[in-house]
């Protein structure tokens, strides 16, 4: 799965990349978090960063609460299940990150955070789709989920799932409206695992509060009793 990422790029690198244009009042962010509200790239408006809620209310079960929200959908499956296959279509879009979170469990009660980066550290995207919906008091929002695939080589020593990653061409085909839906699940693959680093981070990255650099940094994997632990 992906539950945290981190966009911590400044406002001029994110639009010289994505060619579009950013939101006033972004700010870098170190441990983005489901529930959210972050910056996303749509199909309909490619030019424009829009700030959507992590977390999509599926078309059966509009007005439930944040906690029963879905936040990732696996894309071997997103052209099939009726809760996804319309915005699959419809309402794709790509998630900028320069980084995501997970979690090696050592044991019953203990896990270690791992970073995982582009391997020259450069922004990237998470596939996505987006949908809206009306809240408990009548306002629309907008939401979205991120596409999991299997893992690659980088990945899978930590989790059995990872997030679809897109270079500048699989984003301008996702985002093509028009794109057959072939070409557009052919995208839908692991990152290659060569263009791929990941390290052990502070326990910091825990805590959905803690949203600074300091979460970012490299760290020595410790036990639950505090002791230095190596392992693979």
Not at 32 to 49: D, E, M, R
Not at 55 to 77: C, H, Y
Not at 154 to 174: N, Q, Y
Not at 197 to 211: G, I, K, Y
Request: charged share 25%.
């Amino acid at each position: 799965m992906c539950g945290r990422y981190s966009l911590s790029k400044s406002k001029e690198e994110l639009e010289e990349r994505f060619q579009a244009e950013m939101l006033a009042d972004f700010n870098p962010r170190y441990n983005i978090a489901p529930t959210q509200l972050v910056p996303v790239i749509t199909s309909q408006s490619p030019k424009g960063f829009s700030n959507f809620y992590w977390g999509i209310t599926p078309d059966f079960g509009k007005n439930r609460p944040v906690s029963q929200k879905l936040i990732n959908a696996k894309a071997e499956t997103i052209n099939q299940k009726i809760s996804f296959k319309t915005a699959f279509r419809q309402r794709r879009c790509i998630i900028p990150a320069d980084g995501f979170y997970e979690w090696k469990r050592l044991g019953k009660k203990t896990s270690v955070p791992y970073r995982f980066t582009h391997r020259d550290d450069e922004l990237f995207s998470f596939a996505g789709i987006w949908d809206e919906y009306e809240s408990v008091n009548g306002e629309t929002q907008h939401t979205f989920l991120i596409l999991t695939t299997t893992p690659n080589e980088t990945v899978s020593g930590v989790h059995d799932r990872m997030p679809v990653i897109f270079d500048r061409k699989a984003e301008k085909l996702w985002l093509d409206p028009y794109q057959e839906e072939e070409e557009l699940l052919g995208i839908l693959k692991p990152y290659p695992a060569d263009s791929m680093l990941n390290f052990t981070v502070s326990p910091l990255v825990n805590s959905v509060q803690n949203d600074s650099p300091a979460v970012m940094r490299k760290t020595s994997p410790m036990d639950q009793h505090g002791n230095y632990t190596l392992f693979g």
